[in-house]
T-cell receptor, first 111, second 114 residues
Framework: GENVEQHPSTLSVQEGDSAVIKCTYS??????FPWYKQELGKGPQLIID?????GEKKDQRIAVTLNKTAKHFSLHITETQPEDSAVYFC??????????FGTGTRLKVLA | EAGVAQSPRYKIIEKRQSVAFWCNPI?????LYWYQQILGQGPKLLIQ????????DSQLPKDRFSAERLKGVDSTLKIQPAKLEDSAVYLC????????????FGSGTQLSVL
């Protein structure tokens, strides 16, 4: 069935360093790949998304890359700050418009 | 713009009891989702509504879970009877339409079944 794998499950970086989170999807019909940030006690919030006709997208310190051939997409956060600490989820929307979420990455930025 | 509203914020019940959650989506959003998020996992879709019709309930345990969306606006999710494994955060989300676009999530209801 449709599946999204996400790695790593936890990630600790020093403040100012970069963080990379990777996801792999199974449904070749997937055409939309959002990333959500979830802070404690809150619902997930969209931070960036990419569509299948684009290979890379940037928004200030955040970027997402997509490799459709390999069915991989990644989140890159540069110059990390303590407020970046949260759980990050990737997702893929299938050909049947179903959102499939990854298992999450707990990012800890150490001051 | 008001966000997705959910209530209650927390609920503690004993197994075999029933519980209901309420969601008010962003005004004008046609699509409404209920997700179950077990601690340490990603959200799992339970049911998706387009206006007041169900478009996907394939992962809803229909022997104990039910949901409705009256008049295509508010929605309620019910569990009856609850089991220990139902302990989770229940998230409601909405989007303007069905398809590849941003979801707006509420803060969720944290359910503990003892």
């Amino acid at each position: 069935g449709e599946n999204v794998e996400q790695h790593p499950s936890t990630l600790s970086v020093q403040e100012g360093d970069s963080a990379v989170i990777k996801c792999t999807y199974s449904d070749s019909a997937s055409n939309y790949f959002p990333w959500y940030k979830q802070e404690l006690g809150k619902g997930p919030q969209l931070i960036i998304d990419i569509r299948s006709n684009v290979g890379e997208k940037k928004d200030q310190r955040i970027a997402v890359t997509l490799n459709k051939t390999a069915k991989h997409f990644s989140l890159h956060i540069t110059e990390t700050q303590p407020e970046d600490s949260a759980v990050y989820f990737c997702a893929a929307i299938s050909g049947t418009y179903k959102y499939i979420f990854g298992t999450g990455t707990r990012l800890k930025v150490l001051a | 713009e008001a966000g997705v509203a959910q209530s209650p914020r927390y609920k503690i019940i004993e197994k075999r009891q029933s519980v209901a959650f309420w969601c008010n989506p962003i005004s004008g959003h046609a699509t409404l989702y209920w997700y179950q998020q077990i601690l340490g996992q990603g959200p799992k879709l339970l049911i998706q509504f387009q206006n007041n019709g169900v478009v996907d309930d394939s992962q809803l345990p229909k022997d104990r879970f039910s949901a409705e969306r009256l008049k295509g606006v508010d929605s309620t999710l019910k569990i009856q009877p609850a089991k220990l494994e139902d302990s989770a955060v229940y998230l409601c989300a909405s989007s303007p339409n069905r398809g590849p676009e941003k979801l707006f999530f509420g803060s969720g209801t944290q359910l503990s079944v003892l």
